[in-house]
C-alpha cells in the first residue's frame, strides 16, 4: 500500500522561499507519478495548483513552481505571501489507476 | 463557468446507506474522468475514487473497495457515488472533482455516520 508522506509543518517569513516535499513509500517519485499539488485555506473548498509534475493552472500564481528533486516531489513558493499560509497536499499516481494523497503541510507565514 | 454541486448527505447509522450525486455544468462532462475525494473532520484529503469518461473503467481505494460505487449518467451530467455497509470512519465531507488531476472540485456534501 501506497504511504506518501510530506512535512507536517514549515514556517517561512513573508518574501521568502520555502520548499515542500513529497515523498513515496514505494521509491522515488519521478514523472511517472504525475505529482499534484493542492492549496487548502480553512473552512473552503481544496483548490488545485500544479498538475503532472510542473505544469500550472490558469489561476496558479507564478511564485508557485512544482519539480522533482531527490526522488521527490516538490512545491516551491518563492516569494512567500501572506495569503499562501494554507495545508499544502500533494497527491501522486500509484498504479492500477489509483492516486493517493500525502498528509499534508502546514504552512505558517510569519 | 465550470460547476460541481455535490448533494445527498446527511446522517445515517452505521450499517446504513446513501447515494451521492454530483450534478455538472459548464463543461462537456462526457469528456472527462470523474473523481470522489472525502475529507474527515479535521483530516487530511483521501482520494476515493474515479470513473472514466464512458463508466467502463472505474477505480477505488482499497478501504472503499465492495462497499462503494461510483457511477455516472453523461446524459444527465451527473457522477454519482453509492456508499453501503457505511461505519464511522466514513464519516467526512465528500468532494467531487473533474479529472484524475482534480482540477476543479464541489463545495462537498457531510456524510455523517452514527448511531
Known amino acids: 500500500q501506497t504511504v506518501v508522506t510530506q512535512e507536517p509543518s514549515l514556517t517561512v517569513s513573508p518574501g521568502g522561499t520555502v520548499t515542500l516535499t513529497c515523498a513515496s513509500n514505494?521509491?522515488?517519485?519521478?514523472?511517472?507519478?504525475?505529482p499534484n499539488w493542492f492549496q487548502q485555506k480553512p473552512g473552503q473548498v481544496p483548490r488545485a495548483l500544479i498538475y503532472?509534475?510542473?505544469n500550472k493552472y490558469s489561476w496558479t500564481p507564478a511564485r508557485f513552481s512544482g519539480s522533482l528533486l531527490g526522488g521527490k516531489g516538490v512545491l516551491t513558493l518563492s516569494g512567500v505571501q501572506p495569503e499562501d499560509e494554507a495545508e499544502y497536499y500533494c497527491?501522486?499516481?500509484?498504479?492500477?489507476?489509483?492516486?493517493?494523497f500525502g498528509g499534508g503541510t502546514k504552512l505558517t507565514v510569519l | 463557468e465550470v460547476q460541481l454541486v455535490e448533494s445527498g448527505g446527511g446522517l445515517v447509522q452505521p450499517g446504513g446507506s446513501l447515494r451521492l450525486s454530483c450534478a455538472a455544468s459548464?463543461?462537456?462532462?462526457?469528456?472527462?474522468?470523474m473523481s470522489w475525494v472525502r475529507q474527515a473532520p479535521g483530516k487530511g484529503l483521501e482520494w476515493v475514487a474515479n470513473?472514466?469518461?464512458?463508466?467502463?473503467?472505474?477505480y477505488y481505494m482499497d478501504s472503499v473497495k465492495g462497499r462503494f460505487t461510483i457511477s455516472r449518467d453523461n446524459a444527465k451530467n451527473s457522477l454519482y457515488l453509492q456508499i453501503n455497509s457505511l461505519r464511522a470512519e466514513d464519516t467526512a465531507v465528500y468532494y467531487c472533482?473533474?479529472?484524475?488531476?482534480?482540477?476543479?472540485w464541489g463545495q462537498g456534501t457531510l456524510v455523517t455516520v452514527s448511531s
Open positions: 497527491l501522486i499516481y500509484s498504479g492500477g489507476a489509483s492516486w493517493v
Open positions: 459548464g463543461f462537456t462532462f462526457s469528456s472527462y474522468w
Open positions: 472533482a473533474r479529472a484524475k488531476w482534480l482540477d476543479y
Open positions: 514505494t521509491g522515488a517519485v519521478t514523472s511517472g507519478y504525475y
Open positions: 470513473i472514466k469518461q464512458d463508466g467502463s473503467d472505474k
Open positions: 503532472s509534475t510542473s
